[in-house]
């Protein structure tokens, strides 16, 4: 089992700045293919970004390619979700989930966080 708690979401102004992060816990966290889901309202949940389980692979949605980045700290068992030059469009709750697989599905991921609220201004 695999636990996963999303943090760092809230208000921001169009172009600002937020930093997600979502600690993992679990024996074998750190062995995981991490991602960063979407869901705004009524709308589908949509991949954001997606990391290797060493960090060596990155992979990023082309709606937030060059402002998003997806890195990991395996020694804090943190996956971090770096987002700038926001838009009111990236507004949505933004999911952490763990997998075993590289891969944009959502389906692919077992485990899921609860999900931070990422709300931005225009």
């Known amino acids: 089992q695999v636990q996963l708690v999303e943090s760092g979401g809230g208000l921001v102004p169009a172009g600002g700045s937020l930093r997600l992060s979502c600690t993992a816990s679990?024996?074998?966290?750190?062995?995981?293919?991490m991602g960063w889901f979407r869901q705004a309202p009524g709308k589908e949940r949509e991949f954001v970004a997606t990391?290797?389980?060493?960090?060596?692979?990155?992979l990023i949605a082309d709606s937030v390619k060059g402002r998003f980045t997806i890195s990991r700290d395996n020694a804090k068992n943190i996956i971090y979700l770096q987002m700038n030059s926001l838009k009111p469009e990236d507004t949505a709750v933004y999911y952490c989930?763990?997998?075993?697989?590289?891969?944009?599905?959502?389906?692919?991921?077992?485990?899921w966080g609860q999900g931070t609220q990422v709300t931005v201004s225009s």
């Open positions: 989930a763990a997998g075993a697989y590289y891969s944009v599905i959502s389906t692919s991921y077992t485990y």
């Open positions: 679990g024996r074998t966290s750190v062995s995981y293919v």
């Open positions: 990391i290797s389980s060493r960090g060596s692979s990155t």
